[in-house]
């Protein structure tokens, strides 16, 4: 079966850091672009990150430049979101997503999400 399945998520203070894991299953990563997207309670799914296969990355979201970096582990078929200096507005379930060519093309397998909640 193939399908993408997210790790690393938790409840940290704000301040704090999480490392996520975005995991290949019954696939490779070669081709795709890897993105990063989030859910916050009661708002619609954003954009957060993405690495392509040439490892070009793309922010989304201007609020998580400097604190957050995102990067791909081939050996592993995993491409990890490093998360610091968490804050509330962080909260969301956070989803990885595959694209095959480039991030800025649609979606075409999408994870389960894991949560992340950073406390004030």
């Known amino acids: 079966e193939v399908q993408l399945v997210e790790s690393g998520g938790g409840l940290v203070q704000a301040g704090g850091s999480l490392r996520l894991s975005c995991a290949a299953s019954?696939?490779?990563?070669?081709?795709?672009?890897i993105g990063w997207y989030r859910q916050a309670p009661g708002k619609e799914r954003e954009g957060v990150l993405c690495?392509?296969?040439?490892?070009?990355?793309?922010y989304y979201t201007d609020s998580v430049k400097g604190r957050f970096a995102i990067s791909g582990d081939n050996a592993k078929n995993t491409v990890n979101l490093q998360m610091n200096s968490l804050k509330p507005e962080d909260t969301a379930v956070y989803y990885c997503?595959?694209?095959?060519?480039?991030?800025?093309?649609?979606?075409?397998?999408w994870g389960r999400g894991t949560r992340v909640a950073a406390s004030s």
């Open positions: 997503a595959a694209v095959f060519g480039r991030c800025d093309e649609g979606v075409n397998i």
């Open positions: 019954g696939f490779t990563f070669d081709g795709y672009a």
């Open positions: 690495i392509s296969s040439s490892e070009s990355i793309t």
